[in-house]
T-cell receptor
Framework: KQEVTQIPAALSVPEGENLVLNCSFTDSAIYNLQWFRQDPGKGLTSLLLIQSSQREQTSGRLNASLDKSSGRSTLYIAASQPGDSATYLCAVRNSGTYKYIFGTGTRLKVLA | DTGVSQDPRHKITKRGQNVTFRCDPISEHNRLYWYRQTLGQGPEFLTYFQNEAQLEKSRLLSDRFSAERPKGSFSTLEIQRTEQGDSAMYLC????????????FGPGTRLTVT
């Protein structure tokens, strides 16, 4: 059974700092992994999607990496800004299923 | 295209009543997901449609929960005989088979059962 864990649960950093959010999963037979951000009381916004055959994806200040063998993905945020404050969620889809399993998220606060 | 829309945005109902939520996906998206999210948790998968076919569903989507997607366009999620434990945010997402399967989420329907 796939389980997804995100550590830390909450993180507070000063503006301009580079930071790394972690996502780990127990079953390496994944199809893809997707990172989202969620603002309070809102739906989710897709940030990056990594296919199982890929090692990383980049979009602007964001870089996501995937290491299937170790069951880990990281989301790197460069030069953080107060507007980056949100909850960041990772979701994993296993091969042979359409179901996505989400972690509980990392709540990020970037201080001005 | 304005993205995935959900209606209503908020619903307050008394325990034991039935409720129905609607989701309109992005027009060219043939894949549609329903999730439930409670405070402090990540979304929990409920069911998946490809066009009008319901191809996968959680064991949660049985008994009191049912979902439909007639004609492969909008979808409805019905909860019968609501319980206080059903209070949550119900999220809909859609994606396109021809792409990377990236999911686009709607704003959600917040259900409060009193």
């Amino acid at each position: 059974k796939q389980e997804v864990t995100q550590i830390p649960a909450a993180l507070s950093v000063p503006e301009g700092e580079n930071l790394v959010l972690n996502c780990s999963f127990t079953d390496s037979a994944i199809y893809n992994l997707q990172w989202f951000r969620q603002d309070p009381g809102k739906g989710l916004t897709s940030l990056l999607l990594i296919q199982s055959s890929q090692r990383e994806q980049t979009s602007g200040r964001l870089n996501a990496s995937l290491d299937k063998s170790s069951g880990r993905s990281t989301l790197y945020i460069a030069a953080s800004q107060p507007g980056d404050s949100a909850t960041y969620l990772c979701a994993v889809r296993n091969s042979g299923t359409y179901k996505y399993i989400f972690g509980t998220g990392t709540r990020l606060k970037v201080l001005a | 295209d304005t993205g995935v829309s959900q209606d209503p945005r908020h619903k307050i109902t008394k325990r034991g009543q039935n409720v129905t939520f609607r989701c309109d996906p992005i027009s060219e998206h043939n894949r549609l997901y329903w999730y439930r999210q409670t405070l402090g948790q990540g979304p929990e998968f409920l069911t998946y449609f490809q066009n009008e076919a319901q191809l996968e569903k959680s064991r949660l989507l049985s008994d009191r929960f049912s979902a439909e997607r007639p004609k492969g366009s909008f979808s409805t999620l019905e909860i019968q005989r609501t319980e206080q434990g059903d209070s949550a945010m119900y999220l809909c997402a859609s994606s396109f088979t021809g792409g990377d399967y990236e999911q686009y989420f709607g704003p959600g329907t917040r259900l409060t059962v009193t």
